[in-house]
């Protein structure tokens, strides 16, 4: 496939949280920032756009980045959005599921290729395990969804082949560099577009429990408390933060 003018929306996956580049507009990298440099490199006068915002749910990503998506007339839109619903106490997946597909609906029918993602498989431990029911049941929708309007799946729910605490950022939650840069190649190989993305990453070490311990309280403290905190007052990571790439431009 040939691409001309790439719009990625999302959230923090889509941002790039966890990639970090000062460099970059709101100081990240990220995969879609990787995907839009190598089709630049198969195409003249390439575009990017990246309207993603960190801790949005997906109504938020569709009331605020849906149609000025679609103003920009994207040849090809990647959407990930959902997980931070699915990670909330109550969610009502169906209706969750009917909104994504008008969604993407409107993208397929505005002459976009649209690229879809799944969720992680958390596995049946740790703080994500309850939710795994959910995330299996919200991955089966977007395969559903993408079938209907012709769209491509990435589908991180059965990618068996990495470790996942070698792409995970210390949060647990998003990926690190080594992550977002296996994502961009897992995109552009659904895509079928050759690229020479080298997935390196550290293996995991192996704690002893006083180590891990230890770990598991510094994670409270930094990353947990303050989620929950941002849940009991309303607020969100994203708040304030404006979308990295508003407009479609060069990638250089």
């Known amino acids: 496939m040939t ?8 959230d923090s996956f889509t941002e790039g ?15 879609a ?33 849906l149609d000025p998506a679609i103003a920009l007339r ?9 997980g931070n619903d699915v990670l909330r106490p109550r969610v009502d997946l169906d209706a969750l599921a009917a ?5 993407v609906g409107r993208l ?8 879809m993602f799944t969720i992680q498989d958390p596995g049946p431990g740790g703080i994500y395990g309850p939710m795994r029911g959910r995330m ?39 990926l690190n560099s080594a992550g977002h840069r296996f994502m961009a190649g897992r995109v552009l190989e659904a895509l079928g577009v050759e690229h020479d993305l080298v997935h390196e990453a550290e293996p995991t070490p192996a704690l002893g429990r006083r180590e891990q311990w230890r770990e598991n309280a510094r ?11 941002r849940r009991v007052t309303g607020r969100s990571s994203g708040d304030g933060v404006a979308p990295k790439r508003p407009t479609l431009g060069p990638v250089g």
Do not use: C
């Open 17 to 31: 949280v966890g990639d970090p580049d000062p460099t970059r507009p709101n100081g990240l990298r990220g995969w």
């Open 74 to 82: 994207p040849d090809l839109v990647t959407i990930h959005g959902g």
């Open 3 to 10: 691409f001309h003018r790439y719009v990625a929306l999302g």
């Open 136 to 174: 299996a049941i919200f991955n089966e929708w977007v395969r559903e969804i993408a079938d209907t309007h012709g769209g491509t799946v990435v589908d991180m729910w059965r990618m068996r082949d990495i470790d996942p605490g070698a792409v995970v950022d210390t949060d647990r939650l998003h």
């Open 219 to 229: 994670w409270t403290r930094e990353f947990l408390a303050p989620w929950v905190h």
């Open 33 to 65: 920032d990787r995907v839009a440099e190598v089709l630049a490199s198969h195409t003249p006068e390439f575009a990017y756009a990246n309207l993603a915002i960190r801790g949005r749910k997906l109504g938020p990503i569709i009331a605020e980045q």
């Open 108 to 115: 397929a029918d505005s002459g976009a290729h649209v690229v």
């Open 99 to 103: 909104s994504y597909d008008g969604a």
